[in-house]
């Protein structure tokens, strides 16, 4: 069965809320669970995002959980810009 990146969105947002609970009840570290929180909000976005990609862009195949990395490395060829290497600052 495939989960959804709505899914995986809704649970980072539980995750997120719950971290919050956490602040609120002043349980544990109170600056790493902001982090933790912060991160899962931030996670739940993105899948979001993502997700409405999917939706207006049918051609691009939506990547799932069970894909292998190198499937979903293959969705750049969908793109109109390609990735450039990173030039040295030095």
């Known amino acids: 069965m495939t989960i959804s990146l709505l899914a995986y969105a ?3 947002i539980r995750a997120a809320h719950f ?4 602040v609120r009840s002043k349980e544990g570290n109170e600056k790493a669970t902001k ?3 912060a991160y899962h909000a931030q996670q ?3 899948k979001i995002i ?3 990609i999917y939706k ?3 051609d691009i195949p939506s ?8 499937e979903c490395l293959n969705i750049s060829s969908y793109c109109a810009a390609t990735p450039e290497t990173p030039r040295s600052t030095a």
Do not use: C, H, Q, R
């Not at 971290?19 to 956490?22: E, F, Q, T």
């Open 50 to 52: 993502k997700s409405e």
């Open 10 to 12: 809704k649970a980072d």
């Open 35 to 37: 982090g933790i929180a």
């Open 44 to 46: 739940a976005v993105e």
């Open 63 to 70: 990547p799932t959980f069970e894909s292998p990395p190198s």
């Open 19 to 22: 971290a919050l609970d956490s």
């Open 56 to 58: 207006a862009n049918p």
